[in-house]
């Protein structure tokens, strides 16, 4: 039941609550993983290239100070990168690996589901009955997720969505 109850409420739920969600749990990341970067060069700059690697898909590209180990993503179309991987690198190239892997992630698992896991059967009830998550669940999703180890995607996967945006592997190898 708890897995057919997640399933449903994967369907149910629209794009605009599955934004709210990831700015939500935002916040809290930047309670367990520091605020985001800004700077409106770097922002802009950040938007090129999502813009580049994934087109007009919504969603955004954040820089945390830590927290995440290389890159995370969150409903919504939010990926979140460590800020290492933008100010350790001569060339955007490794980024944008791992944009296109994390994008890639969130296509082959919707990221509501792993939150909704985290919430459990009660607080996922909830959701599809009053359209909302407590900010507990959110703080403890946020917690569970500066801890998880990151998850691994097939490297042919990779590969085949590198090529499809015209990205050398090279520099995230």
């Known amino acids: ?6 399933r449903h409420t994967l369907d149910v739920v629209p794009p605009a609550k599955r934004l709210d969600i990831g700015e ?4 809290h990341m930047a309670r367990v993983a520091g605020r985001p970067c800004v700077g409106n060069s770097g922002s802009v700059s ?4 999502r813009t580049r690697l994934l087109g007009s898909q919504p969603g955004s590209v954040e820089v ?3 927290g995440v180990q290389g890159a995370a993503h969150l ?7 460590n800020r290492a991987l933008v100010e ?22 919707d990221p509501l589901g792993p939150v909704l896991r985290s919430a459990g059967m009660r607080k996922t009830l909830g959701l599809l ?3 909302d998550l407590p900010e507990v669940v ?3 999703y946020a917690e569970e997720l500066v801890n998880a180890d990151p998850e691994v995607v097939a490297d042919s996967n990779v590969i085949t969505r590198f090529a499809e945006a015209e990205v050398s592997t090279k520099p995230y190898a």
């Open 88 to 109: 350790d690198y001569e060339t955007p190239e490794v980024a944008a690996g791992y944009i296109l892997v994390e994008d890639l992630k969130a296509k082959l698992v």
């Open 24 to 27: 939500r749990l935002m916040g």
């Open 1 to 6: 039941l708890p897995d057919v109850l997640v």
């Open 64 to 66: 945390l100070r830590g």
């Open 75 to 81: 409903p919504g179309g939010i990926i979140l990168l």
């Open 138 to 140: 959110l703080a403890s």
């Open 129 to 131: 009955t009053s359209g």
């Open 46 to 49: 950040l938007d090129l290239l």
